[in-house]
Nanobody
Framework: QVQLVESGGGLVQAGGSLRLSCAAS????????MGWFRQAPGRKREFVAAFSWSGSTYYADSVKGRFTITRDNAKNTVYLQMNSLKPEDTAVYYCAADLGYSGSYPNEYRYWGQGTQVTVSS
């Protein structure tokens, strides 16, 4: 069982930056693929980025070049650095985890955080 707690959301102007953190409880953090998803009002939850247990990273096309996912296995934490933010990045951002490989679909992840709101003003 893994519990995930996100932090770092807030209100920022377009062009600004935020760094989200997701702290995980439980053991074997390094064996989990960690993902970030987001959900805007009235829209489906969508993939943002993931960092696999094997060290690979992958991103949604909409955030490539602007967002960076990193992880610190010693701290059981995954981060999402978000630069050059746009109003369309406004959403609740969720951290997700599962053992082994997980991809870009929400149903590939069993464990979820409660979400953190990111609002980008124009």
């Amino acid at each position: 069982q893994v519990q995930l707690v996100e932090s770092g959301g807030g209100l920022v102007q377009a062009g600004g930056s935020l760094r989200l953190s997701c702290a995980a409880s439980g053991r074997a953090f390094s064996s989990y693929t960690m993902g970030w998803f987001r959900q805007a009002p009235g829209r489906k939850r969508e993939f943002v980025a993931a960092f696999s247990w094997s060290g690979s990273t992958y991103y949604a096309d909409s955030v490539k070049g602007r967002f960076t996912i990193t992880r610190d296995n010693a701290k059981n934490t995954v981060y999402l650095q978000m630069n050059s933010l746009k109003p369309e990045d406004t959403a609740v951002y969720y951290c997700a985890a599962d053992l082994g490989y997980s991809g870009s679909y929400p149903n590939e992840y069993r464990y979820w955080g409660q979400g953190t709101q990111v609002t980008v003003s124009s």
